[in-house]
């Protein structure tokens, strides 16, 4: 299944990449998000392991997830094993001269285990996880733009 949800946010690139990037914050704003557990003395770059226990309605997974690919302050992927498996990306660029707002795509390509109905329990997931990823993309812009002023 692949996935993508965007929103743009009124504050640079910088502004924004520096909420992202603290990952053990992530479930603040990630309504799926439950817990973290770092599995690595690192908490940030290239290499970063953790567990991330998530829910979505009455379905727990706990994944172990590794940081891919750490751009600051425009690209972070991330590598999802564990029940749900596959790859995500974080993309930040300016959506305007002079860097003041800044668009932000979530990219998500996964794969589902047989007993959550594999690639056929990906058709109703998909809207469900779109509504959800929007939710924490939007949150993640109020949580900006409210420390921003904006």
Known sequence: MRLRVETTIA???????????DIASHVEWMADAVGIDFLTAERRGTGTRFTCRTRVGPLQTADVMEITEWSPPNHMGVRHTGAVSGEGRFELRADAPGGESTRMVWHESLRFPWWLGGPLGALPARPVLRRIWRGNL????????DATGH
Do not use: D, F, I, N
């Open 11 to 21: 504050a640079s690139p910088e502004t924004v990449w520096a909420h992202l990037e």
């Open 138 to 145: 939007g949150r993640l812009k109020a949580r900006v733009e």
